[in-house]
């Protein structure tokens, strides 16, 4: 069986390591073959020498000032040739990129079946995230078989009209990455980790992510506000490597630098990123990654969001929605810093998200259909 392998950022390079490991591990049963599309290309790049996977086909089609036109008419045109030229009996996307909606179309049109892993997932809000909403949402009706995380993720997709035998519900992908990474990353000394100068870990670390393109402006300046303001009224060390996008720099710069306490340093590769957050006392973030894996760590996530599709770790109580306001990021976070009852219920929460072994079930259910 001919399998191509899709995804052009980092989160979904995570997410599909495990898988590809498993696939190849598969000696005989399976043709593989990987394709980037280079939406994110630094970002990507670290992930890819991490689990060292080498890509069959690169289409590096990252630009200055990229927007969402260019990313969408250059990677289909890519992915159009590649598939052409393989003829892959699956394409496997992962989540809600750009890339993973213009994949799904381009093998759409190549009368080419499509497997979408992390199916089913819904914010029911097509403006949040934005695009991310739609992309899944379009992959999901473009998709032959769909391997969601959950019970609610397949609930969405039997209420969108998807058959429920094309439905398998296997856990989450970046829970096995996560482990995998574990195994590497906690064996080393913590001192090849330290390269954050000046951070204090013997306080307690809130560690910040940001990056949606919905909170840009007025929302994405009032979380930066609320994070100036918990560090200036508490011993904290506030850790952010800050996004490339000029859209999140700028703000970023402009209201937190200079504070001794808030350090904003440059992304992190996957492993230093989750040897950090093992390091963390809590989490901001607006990353659906971090939402899932941050709960297996026995860290409770602020999601600085309006809505999220990851609703069930809202559910088991391991993340928090607290929105963009000022007031009520600040809110929360003092909660967490100064009662430890609160604290305590939600790292202690069961991680909803899987057991590590999403990436055996996906491929034993995908080697048993024609």
């Not at 919905?214 to 979380?223: A, H, L, M, Q, Y």
């Not at 559910?315 to 600040?330: C, H, K, N």
């Not at 929360?332 to 057991?355: F, K």
């Amino acid at each position: 069986m001919k399998i191509l392998f899709l995804f052009g950022t980092r989160p979904e390079a995570i997410k599909m390591a495990p898988l590809i490991r498993e696939f190849l591990t598969a000696s005989g049963e399976f043709d593989i073959k990987v394709c980037v599309t280079a939406q994110h290309r630094e970002m990507l790049d670290q992930v890819l020498r991490f689990f060292e996977i080498k890509p069959d086909f690169d289409l590096n089609i990252m630009k200055p000032d990229q927007n969402l036109f260019d990313i969408t008419l250059t990677a289909l045109e890519g992915i159009k040739k590649v598939i052409s030229d393989y003829r892959p009996d699956w394409l496997l996307v992962q989540g809600d990129t750009t890339t993973t909606f213009v994949g799904a179309l381009a093998a759409f049109y190549e009368r080419v079946k499509v497997a979408h892993i992390e199916a089913g997932l819904r914010s029911f809000n097509k403006d949040a995230p934005f695009p991310e909403e739609m992309n899944r949402v379009l992959t999901t009706h473009l998709s032959d078989l769909h391997f969601a995380p959950t019970l609610k993720a397949k609930e969405n997709l039997l209420r969108e009209g998807v058959p429920e035998e094309k439905i398998f519900v296997v856990g989450n992908t970046s829970i096995d990455a996560l482990f995998l990474c574990l195994t590497k990353v906690l064996n080393k000394n913590a001192e090849d980790f330290k390269t954050f100068h000046s951070i204090d870990f013997n306080k307690k670390i809130i560690l910040v992510t940001g990056h949606r393109r919905e909170s840009f402006g007025k929302p994405f300046e009032n979380i930066c506000r609320a994070i100036k303001a918990i560090a200036e009224t508490n011993q904290v060390e506030v850790v952010y490597p800050v996004h490339l996008n000029p859209n999140v720099r700028r703000p970023v710069l402009k209201i937190l630098r200079g504070l001794y306490n808030i350090h904003l340093i440059e992304p992190l590769d996957y492993p230093s990123f989750v040897w950090l957050m093992n390091q963390s006392y809590l989490i901001l973030t607006d990353s659906g990654g971090v939402q899932e894996e941050a709960p297996s760590l026995g860290k409770p996530v602020l999601v600085i969001r309006d809505v999220t599709e990851r609703t069930e770790g809202i559910d088991a109580g391991t993340a928090r929605v607290v929105g963009t306001s000022r007031e009520e990021i600040i809110q929360h976070a003092l909660e967490l810093l100064t009662h430890q009852e609160a604290y305590d219920r939600m790292a202690r929460a069961v991680n909803p998200y899987g057991d590590g072994n999403a990436s055996g079930r996906i491929l034993q259910i995908l080697s048993k259909v024609s």
